[in-house]
């Protein structure tokens, strides 16, 4: 068993061997209009993603709910416009996802710049 004064259980670098990374001055970053820029950008591109997402995923019970002989109208066998929205739902959600990984991979690059200085 292991005892307090055993030299393993004193294997964390003390302060004077590794140097601390410095952190940012986040309050000098946010007043950068770099960085007010990518703020801009991301909004940007999030509002009007999320406004179009939640449009799209709300209309299948607006439609099923107000127009539901339009929703009924068979497609391909049994297969109905409900079930053929209901499915692209799906299908939009990875679209969506796949779009904004894309677009973030910039962000991240953006933002890596205005923390390191530049701008």
Do not use: C
């Amino acid at each position: 068993m292991a005892s307090y004064s055993d030299p393993a259980m004193h294997n964390k670098p003390t302060s004077d061997s590794e140097p601390v990374p410095s952190q940012p001055d986040w309050q000098e970053l946010a007043s950068r209009p770099a960085f007010r820029d990518l703020l801009s950008a991301k909004a940007r591109f999030i509002v009007p993603a999320l406004i179009f997402f939640m449009v799209f995923y709300l209309a299948l019970p607006i439609l099923v709910g107000y127009w539901p002989d339009m929703m009924k109208k068979k497609i391909w066998g049994e297969v109905n416009v409900a079930y053929l929205f209901a499915l692209s739902q799906f299908f939009m959600a990875w679209i969506m996802a796949f779009l904004y990984v894309k677009v973030a991979a910039g962000w991240d690059k953006a933002a890596a710049a205005v923390i390191h200085g530049q701008e």
